[in-house]
């Protein structure tokens, strides 16, 4: 199956720029997107390890949740989802929906208390509480999502010289930007606001990656381009509205408001800004989420 779509028009003519979509969300079925990748070895690693119950963190519009949800009804595990947000229930939209209709259980708490995340003390607790779980991170993202994520290139079949992609916690970006040759770039379009930390993050699993696999590879952080967010995480504004609905129409490819909307609409506005050099090949990488729509 072909999961590349190259976008056509007059501006893209006249600045002189191939711009291709890579189409993630096509990936599977049920676990889109990077999502795909990122759990790869993860579940593997559970499966390795002896466990049947993943835990994991997310907001309440997180396409990691769905994911994983989607992945422990496949592949029989059981799934714990710490979602933050004491205020919210099961059916408080259709990302927790969904993952509940595949089987998560949900543990809510407020933002306080989920900023623990990372805590071992608190990891310890929630053992107490659900048993001996395999932890994934908060988006998926550590070394074995990056291992993942090295191999998404595998699914461009044509010679480019940018790949751009949407980031969260940074684990698909780390993985990608590792997957490069020194004649190609990455570059990275948060979607939160204040984002700066992003960069520490990045170099960090990709150095955990690195130690796992006995690699001596330099760690490198892609470009960076914080202007994009539109106010902070699942924030849209009117014109990234009217945005998504002239290129819905324009090239028949369906966008998540959350993550790939931002990076289209960053396209176009360094496009507009000649950021692009011209005859520049670019890969635009569609990570999936269409359920939060």
Known sequence: MQFIQELKNSLLSEKQV???VLR???IHPTIGGNKYFKLKYNL???KAEGKNTILSFGGPYSNHIAALAAAGQEFGFKTIGVIRGNELNDESNHTLRLAKQNGMQ???VDRETYRKKDDINY???????FGNF????????????VKGCREIINYIPIDFDTIMCACGTGGTIAGIALSLNESQKAIGIPVLKGAEFLEKE???LQSNYNEMQLKHTKSFCPQLIYDYHFGGYATTSSDLLNFIESFEHEFSIPLDKVYTSKIMFA???LINKDFFRPNSKLVLVHTGGLQGN
């Open 202 to 204: 990045i170099l960090q």
């Open 18 to 20: 191939k711009a291709y």
């Open 134 to 145: 395999y932890l994934v991170p908060e988006g998926g993202s550590n070394a074995l999502a």
């Open 44 to 46: 593997e690693q559970a």
């Open 267 to 269: 396209f176009y506005d």
């Open 24 to 26: 993630l969300d096509l």
């Open 106 to 108: 949900f543990h809510f």
């Open 123 to 129: 990891i310890e607790s929630l053992k107490q509480k």
